[in-house]
């Protein structure tokens, strides 16, 4: 079985402050990690993914991501945001058990970014 | 390249009534996923068709169905309609069903039931 825990429901920050979104994970085999974003009235959109290999991994939007394996988390982070990345962000699992592609999402963390 | 599409994009049933809901994939996209998003239980998965067979499915009851047809389109039907069944409906296509790959969602459908 796999879980995904995305800390922070809510997230507030001033435009072009850093931002960090948390998820720690829990699975009993390796994981596949991804983090997808939600602009209000849209779909879901893959922002980045960690399958293997480097910890770090950069995605689209300036923002990027670091596995730490050890802490079983996998944070969000942008150095400087901008009044557009006010979204909704969820972070998801998959693991090497999984059948198909079927992920396990996080609750989800709304990011505000305030002028 | 023309995205996942969903329809149609908002309905509102009664309870008691059935919903058919459709996706189209992304040309060439083979394999089909379906998600309920609603703000308490957040994004669940529903089931994912791969070449016309169900390959996965999640906790939910029988009320729940799908099939996908030759074309790779797919259709979700929900009976006997519940008010727990207001939900936002996602689908997502992929190249294939592949727990490394990438999902592309459409806008969903959002259903609202009275």
């Known amino acids: 079985a796999q879980s995904v825990t995305q800390l922070d429901s809510q997230v507030p920050v001033f435009e072009e402050a850093p931002v960090e979104l948390r998820c720690n994970y829990s699975s009993s085999v390796s994981v596949y990690l991804f983090w997808y974003v939600q602009y209000p009235n849209q779909g879901l959109q893959l922002l980045l993914k960690y399958l293997s290999g480097s910890t770090l991994v950069k995605g689209i939007n300036g923002f990027e991501a670091e596995f730490n394996k050890s802490q079983t988390s996998f944070h969000l982070r942008k150095p400087s945001v901008h009044i557009s990345d006010t979204a909704e962000y969820f972070c998801a699992v998959s693991n090497e058990e999984t059948s198909g592609s079927r992920l396990t999402f996080g609750e989800g963390t709304q990011l505000t970014v305030n002028p | 390249k023309a995205g996942v599409t969903q329809t149609p994009r908002y309905l509102i049933k009664t309870r008691g009534q059935q919903v058919t809901l459709s996706c189209s994939p992304i040309?060439?996209?083979?394999?089909v996923s379906w998600y309920q998003q609603t703000p308490g239980q957040g994004l669940q998965f529903l089931f994912e068709y791969f070449s016309e067979t169900q390959r996965n499915k999640g906790n939910f009851p029988g009320r729940f169905s799908g099939r996908q047809f030759s074309n790779s389109r797919s259709e979700m039907n929900v009976s006997t309609l519940e008010l727990g069944d207001s939900a936002l409906y996602l689908c997502?296509?992929?190249?294939?069903?592949?727990?490394?790959?990438?999902?592309?969602f459409g806008e969903g459908s959002r259903l609202t039931v009275l």
């Open positions: 997502a296509s992929s190249l294939m069903p592949r727990r490394t790959g990438e999902l592309f």
């Open positions: 040309s060439g996209h083979r394999s």
